[in-house]
């Protein structure tokens, strides 16, 4: 801040061998103004680092960090008994997070409702030796994404295999 005046009233072209002294015992010309304006900033920088009050978890009381956020999330997963509902719940019950898992050989789904991420959960169902794919997250009333997985088999005509140009 004293700086300041100092420096409208001294230009460095009128003086080039200007310094800055700082209190480390670091001289910097005014031809390295940039150089100065980094000691000055990293300085700055550090001393904010090591003044900034250190937040460690005993002061804080365990229960005002705690948010639960369930949600539902569907997964297609091949199941051909009711053993293979049970491996997989037991496999995506050990995540924590998880609160209630249901299958449905039928449909072939199984419905997940908890705070894990759904990414952990379908590795958690990759390690029972079936794939899975998200169909859905979310609950009626949220405004989450929900995954519709449709399929039309569309017959491709010769024009569209054959044509591979690029066009830009």
């Given at each position: 801040m004293r700086l300041r005046p100092w420096i409208s009233k001294h230009r460095a072209a009128d003086i080039p061998t200007a310094c800055l002294r700082l209190r480390n015992?670091?001289?910097?010309n005014s031809a390295s103004s940039s150089c100065c304006f980094i000691f000055f900033l990293t300085g700055f920088i550090v001393y904010r680092y090591r003044?900034?009050?250190r937040l460690n978890n005993e002061s804080f009381p365990s229960n005002i960090m705690t948010v639960n956020h369930s949600f539902q999330t569907q997964f297609a997963v091949p199941l051909s008994c009711d053993g293979c509902?049970?491996?997989v719940s037991d496999?995506?019950?050990k995540l924590g997070g998880i609160s209630k898992v249901e299958g449905?050989?039928?449909?072939q789904l199984i419905y997940v409702e908890g705070s894990a991420a759904p990414s952990a959960i379908v590795e958690a169902i990759?390690?029972?030796?079936r794939?899975?794919?998200?169909?859905?997250?979310g609950t009626s009333d949220s405004a989450a994404v929900s995954i519709l997985e449709t399929y039309t088999d569309k017959k491709q005509t010769a024009h569209e295999g054959t044509n591979?140009?690029?066009?830009g």
């Open positions: 015992g670091f001289e910097i003044s900034a009050p509902v049970k491996s496999s995506v019950l449905n050989l039928k449909d990759q390690a029972t030796g794939d899975a794919i998200l169909r859905g997250s591979r140009e690029v066009r």
